[in-house]
């Protein structure tokens, strides 16, 4: 057998592990979706009246819900992300993971199974966002190629947060470090254009908002589904989520090639 | 040893571990400070030792968890740290804290392991079975390891390590934190494991299991093999047991000593210690002889020697000596008397 196929036999094998783990353990799935679906009730319940008319021209015309639905799918994506850096970090200090380092093993294969444990829980998380935001009011435009762009443009950005906030599971020496630095990249969106246009806020919180990643990634989301203008954003967003990966990527695995 | 450099093509044939010079620091504090041995291929060797002497930091570079500062390695024919992939194929590792999954259950552990190992899914099903059964787990297959009491654990434990067929097993540790009946249980498996021609490397902090299993015993003290002798030989070099007379008045003691003409009396505690060397026979022949004297009868234990007689005789002073490292002489179950420490000139 081939190095290659080795490695997707060993990653297969411990993404088998992963599944099980968040069938026998969900909480901190539930509780990732949790907070998305919160923020979602929220902001389309409490505040979304205030909102809307406040904001006025920026939303030129959109409805509120139609208008924050993408930005909450880019939180979930966060807060999964999340509960990724404490299932990690968890894992990392048990006694199994030293036994897999004295296994003739493909040496990645822990990682890539976690990787796509919570690729794959991050998505269903999304479907099931997505479906609340629909029985709230949610009416995106999207035909069928924009909905799978749109999955494409979420998966993307899922991936990046996972490689990212696996490298923190790993840095971190507790599971309560690795959620706290876990929760700034879960926080991030608050300062970008998920909740209110980035033109509408103020001074450095504008700037801030106007650069960070988050921002054209909630705007092509955006455009995907309700039809709102993407222009750059999207070439942006695709950058963003390429440069996060390969950088958690290789943050990750010299972390666990260091550790042991 | 008065080789330093090895030469894989005539050590590495005979020995399935050899070692010359390893050496290993965290920091400033030194914990190998150049050790040798030799394990020749389908024998026991048990590395004994206190907390902090060096035994599993020597057991994590051997299995390719640690690089070493200096010093050569050689494990199945392999340098762990270049060929770190040839290593972990021929060895298995059952560490001291428990590495299985406890959110899996038992078969789910052992099928895991099939498949990292490759065996394929049926092969891996008859394997998890098979392995179930030996180690009696048949009962609990089903359910989460997280619910298993520590014996069951471990062996579970050492169940996974063998999934893959290793030739050399290192077990760190294999039974502290056991009670007296699994411990017993892990010497039987250890022992059959042996007969399949397995090379066993086992570290532990009990005398009498390294009697019990070993074929030859190191002795690590502060980083360095203060012994490495067969069991009979190393026996030689420490103190025999010894038997403790408890009495109720010093009469009674005075005509005791007086009568067995041997041992030393403590008059204030009312002891007299006569020495054993471990056999029934003598120990009946002492009680036929005290029950002559018409004395209150005496309250009698026995004292075997543990690992304290060891390093007081090889080294001068109790292993207690290392910082921090929450040594505690007691707790060893085979024994019938712990060890009590006053008695011993420290």
Same mark, same amino acid.
């Given at each position: 057998?081939?190095?290659?196929?080795?490695?997707?036999?060993?990653?297969?094998?411990?993404?088998?592990?992963?599944?099980?783990?968040?069938?026998?353990?969900?909480?901190?799935?539930?509780?990732?979706?949790?907070?998305?679906?919160?923020?979602?009730?929220?902001?389309?319940?409490?505040?979304?009246?205030?909102?809307?008319?406040?904001?006025?021209?920026?939303?030129?015309?959109?409805?509120?819900?139609?208008?924050?639905?993408?930005?909450?799918?880019?939180?979930?994506?966060?807060?999964?992300?999340?509960?990724?850096?404490?299932?990690?970090?968890?894992?990392?200090?048990?006694?199994?993971?030293?036994?897999?380092?004295?296994?003739?093993?493909?040496?990645?294969?822990?990682?890539?199974?976690?990787?796509?444990?919570?690729?794959?829980?991050?998505?269903?998380?999304?479907?099931?966002?997505?479906?609340?935001?629909?029985?709230?009011?949610?009416?995106?435009?999207?035909?069928?190629?924009?909905?799978?762009?749109?999955?494409?443009?979420?998966?993307?950005?899922?991936?990046?947060?996972?490689?990212?906030?696996?490298?923190?599971?790993?840095?971190?020496?507790?599971?309560?470090?690795?959620?706290?630095?876990?929760?700034?990249?879960?926080?991030?969106?608050?300062?970008?254009?998920?909740?209110?246009?980035?033109?509408?806020?103020?001074?450095?919180?504008?700037?801030?908002?106007?650069?960070?990643?988050?921002?054209?990634?909630?705007?092509?989301?955006?455009?995907?589904?309700?039809?709102?203008?993407?222009?750059?954003?999207?070439?942006?967003?695709?950058?963003?989520?390429?440069?996060?990966?390969?950088?958690?990527?290789?943050?990750?695995?010299?972390?666990?090639?260091?550790?042991? | 040893?008065?080789?330093?450099?090895?030469?894989?093509?005539?050590?590495?044939?005979?020995?399935?571990?050899?070692?010359?010079?390893?050496?290993?620091?965290? =920091?400033?504090?030194?914990?190998?400070? /150049?050790? @040798?041995?030799?394990?020749?291929? %389908?024998? *026991?060797? $048990?590395?004994? #030792?206190?907390?902090?002497?060096?035994?599993?930091?020597?057991?994590?570079?051997?299995?390719?968890?640690?690089?070493?500062? =200096?010093?050569?390695?050689?494990?199945? /024919?392999? @340098?762990?740290?270049?060929?770190? %992939?040839? *290593?972990? $194929?021929?060895? #298995?590792?059952?560490?001291?804290?428990?590495?299985?999954?406890?959110?899996?259950?038992?078969?789910?552990?052992?099928?895991?392991?099939?498949?990292?190992?490759?065996? /394929?899914?049926?092969?891996?099903?008859?394997?998890?079975?098979?392995?179930?059964?030996?180690?009696?787990?048949?009962?609990?297959?089903?359910?989460?390891?997280?619910?298993?009491?520590?014996?069951?654990?471990?062996?579970?434990?050492?169940?996974?390590?063998?999934?893959?067929?290793?030739?050399?097993?290192?077990?760190?540790?294999?039974?502290?934190?056991?009670?007296?009946?699994?411990?017993?249980?892990?010497?039987?498996?250890?022992?059959?494991?042996?007969?399949?021609?397995?090379?066993?490397?086992?570290?532990?902090?009990?005398?009498?299991?390294?009697?019990?299993?070993?074929?030859?015993?190191?002795?690590?003290?502060?980083?360095?093999?203060?012994?490495?002798?067969?069991?009979?030989?190393?026996?030689?070099?420490?103190?025999?047991?010894?038997?403790?007379?408890?009495?109720?008045?010093?009469?009674?003691?005075?005509?005791?000593?007086?009568?067995?003409?041997?041992?030393?009396?403590?008059?204030?505690?009312?002891?007299?210690?006569?020495?054993?060397?471990?056999?029934?026979?003598?120990?009946?022949?002492?009680?036929?002889?005290?029950?002559?004297?018409?004395?209150?009868?005496?309250?009698?234990?026995?004292?075997?020697?543990?690992?304290?007689?060891?390093?007081?005789?090889?080294?001068?002073?109790?292993?207690?000596?290392?910082?921090?490292?929450?040594?505690?002489?007691?707790?060893?179950?085979?024994?019938?008397?712990?060890?009590?420490?006053?008695?011993?000139?420290?």
């Amino acid at each position: 057998m081939t190095t290659l196929s080795l490695a997707a036999r060993d990653s297969a094998t411990m993404l088998r592990r992963d599944v099980r783990h968040s069938l026998r353990y969900p909480m901190m799935t539930v509780s990732g979706i949790t907070v998305p679906v919160v923020l979602l009730l929220l902001f389309v319940g409490v505040f979304g009246h205030a909102l809307s008319a406040g904001l006025g021209t920026p939303l030129a015309g959109v409805s509120y819900v139609n208008f924050l639905a993408p930005g909450i799918l880019v939180m979930t994506a966060g807060f999964a992300a999340e509960a990724t850096a404490v299932n990690v970090c968890t894992d990392m200090h048990t006694g199994i993971i030293p036994r897999f380092r004295t296994m003739a093993i493909s040496r990645g294969s822990v990682l890539t199974g976690q990787v796509t444990g919570s690729l794959i829980r991050t998505m269903i998380s999304g479907v099931l966002v997505v479906a609340v935001a629909l029985l709230l009011g949610f009416r995106p435009s999207a035909g069928p190629v924009a909905w799978i762009a749109a999955a494409g443009m979420f998966a993307l950005l899922t991936l990046a947060l996972t490689w990212l906030t696996v490298s923190f599971g790993l840095m971190a020496k507790t599971p309560a470090g690795a959620n706290s630095l876990a929760l700034i990249p879960a926080f991030l969106p608050f300062l970008s254009s998920a909740f209110i246009p980035a033109g509408s806020m103020s001074g450095g919180v504008r700037w801030f908002a106007e650069h960070e990643p988050f921002t054209p990634i909630t705007d092509t989301l955006r455009g995907l589904l309700t039809g709102t203008p993407i222009g750059g954003n999207a070439a942006l967003a695709i950058a963003w989520c390429a440069g996060i990966t390969l950088g958690g990527y290789f943050w990750a695995r010299a972390l666990y090639n260091r550790g042991g | 040893m008065q080789n330093l450099t090895l030469d894989p093509a005539s050590t590495a044939t005979r020995s399935a571990v050899a070692v010359r010079g390893l050496r290993k620091s965290f =920091g400033k504090q030194v914990v190998l400070d /150049g050790i @040798d041995l030799d394990v020749p291929e %389908g024998t *026991v060797f $048990a590395l004994l #030792g206190p907390n902090g002497s060096g035994k599993t930091t020597t057991v994590r570079i051997l299995s390719t968890l640690l690089a070493a500062d =200096g010093g050569t390695a050689w494990v199945a /024919g392999h @340098d762990p740290a270049t060929e770190p %992939g040839l *290593v972990r $194929a021929a060895i #298995g590792v059952t560490g001291q804290f428990s590495a299985v999954d406890e959110l899996l259950t038992g078969q789910e552990n052992l099928i895991l392991m099939a498949d990292l190992n490759h065996l /394929g899914r049926a092969e891996g099903r008859r394997r998890a079975a098979e392995l179930l059964q030996r180690f009696e787990l048949t009962g609990a297959a089903g359910k989460m390891a997280a619910t298993y009491s520590g014996g069951m654990r471990r062996r579970l434990d050492l169940a996974m390590t063998l999934v893959g067929d290793p030739r050399i097993i290192f077990l760190d540790e294999p039974t502290t934190g056991l009670d007296p009946r699994s411990r017993r249980t892990m010497w039987e498996i250890i022992r059959e494991l042996v007969a399949r021609g397995v090379t066993i490397f086992l570290t532990t902090q009990y005398l009498d299991e390294a009697d019990e299993l070993a074929d030859r015993i190191g002795v690590l003290h502060h980083g360095q093999m203060v012994a490495d002798a067969a069991p009979a030989e190393l026996k030689r070099q420490i103190p025999g047991g010894r038997i403790d007379l408890h009495f109720s008045d010093a009469a009674a003691l005075d005509s005791a000593a007086r009568l067995l003409g041997e041992g030393s009396a403590d008059q204030a505690g009312l002891v007299l210690q006569v020495p054993y060397d471990g056999r029934a026979r003598s120990l009946k022949d002492l009680l036929d002889r005290l029950d002559t004297l018409a004395i209150p009868e005496p309250a009698v234990s026995v004292h075997t020697p543990d690992l304290d007689d060891v390093f007081f005789a090889l080294t001068g002073h109790a292993p207690t000596g290392q910082p921090g490292t929450g040594y505690a002489p007691a707790g060893q179950p085979s024994t019938g008397h712990p060890s009590t420490g006053q008695d011993d000139p420290r």
